[in-house]
């Protein structure tokens, strides 16, 4: 099994930066991707960023490409996510997520979730 715990959401002004910050443990050494989902009030979740271990390819959804950053320290299993720019359409739970598929994509499920955690955007 794998745990995954978000942090860094908060209460953010529009225009400013935040850096999600997701902590796996357990069985990490079984998972191969790890990436950003969000889920904003009234809308289903949504593919936002992830990573790949294994080469460190990333992937981005549209709408965040150029804003976001997603980025991994090895040595702590912790993936981050830098949102520059903030936006209050950002406002959403955003969810870290995990695959065991050595060769992840967009295209697949994420085995592991964590809970989320809240960023609200004011403007």
């Known amino acids: 099994q794998v745990e995954l715990v978000e942090s860094g959401g908060g209460l953010v002004q529009a225009g400013g930066s935040l850096r999600l910050s997701c902590a796996a443990s357990?069985?990490?050494?079984?998972?191969?991707?790890m990436g950003w989902f969000r889920q904003a009030p009234g809308k289903e979740r949504e593919f936002v960023a992830a990573?790949?271990?294994?080469?460190?390819?990333?992937y981005y959804a549209d709408s965040v490409k150029g804003r976001f950053t997603i980025s991994r320290d090895n040595a702590k299993n912790t993936v981050y996510l830098q949102i520059n720019s903030l936006k209050p359409e950002y406002t959403a739970v955003y969810y870290c997520?995990?695959?065991?598929?050595?060769?992840?994509?967009?295209?697949?499920?994420?085995?592991?979730w964590g809970k989320g955690t809240l960023v609200t955007v004011f403007s």
């Open positions: 997520a995990a695959s065991s598929r050595t060769y992840w994509t967009p295209n697949y499920d994420m085995d592991y």
């Open positions: 357990g069985r990490t050494f079984t998972t191969y991707a």
């Open positions: 990573i790949r271990w294994t080469d460190g390819t990333t």
